[in-house]
Nanobody, 117 residues
Framework: QVQLVESGGGLVQPGESLRLSCAASGIIFTTYHMDWYRQAPGKQRDLVAHIYSGGVTTYADSVKGRFTISRDNAKNTVYLQMNSMKPEDTAVYYC???????????WGKGTLVTVSS
């Protein structure tokens, strides 16, 4: 059974930092590309950051220079370090795993991040 479990969400003030984690089980983690998406209230779910199975990363323009995605293959975990946070970063953040060898993907249930003073 595949599970993606996000953690680390919460309430922070503008300018502060937060680190999200997504622990994967039931997949061969090293063969999966990993993504962080976010969905603000009333809006569509958007891609925030992507890390290929080989480690190359890409980011949405809105978070470039502030967010960093990384992965620890020994722990089957992907991270999202969020710095200099803004109120517009408020959203539910979702982890997604996409197989690099088969047409399959999986989603976590999300973790809420609120940026407010």
């Amino acid at each position: 059974q595949v599970q993606l479990v996000e953690s680390g969400g919460g309430l922070v003030q503008p300018g502060e930092s937060l680190r999200l984690s997504c622990a994967a089980s039931g997949i061969i983690f090293t063969t999966y590309h990993m993504d962080w998406y976010r969905q603000a209230p009333g809006k569509q779910r958007d891609l925030v950051a992507h890390i290929y199975s080989g480690g190359v990363t890409t980011y949405a323009d809105s978070v470039k220079g502030r967010f960093t995605i990384s992965r620890d293959n020994a722990k089957n975990t992907v991270y999202l370090q969020m710095n200099s946070m803004k109120p517009e970063d408020t959203a539910v953040y979702y982890c997604k795993a996409t197989s690099s060898t088969h047409f399959r993907s999986y989603w976590g249930k999300g973790t809420l991040v609120t940026v407010s003073s």
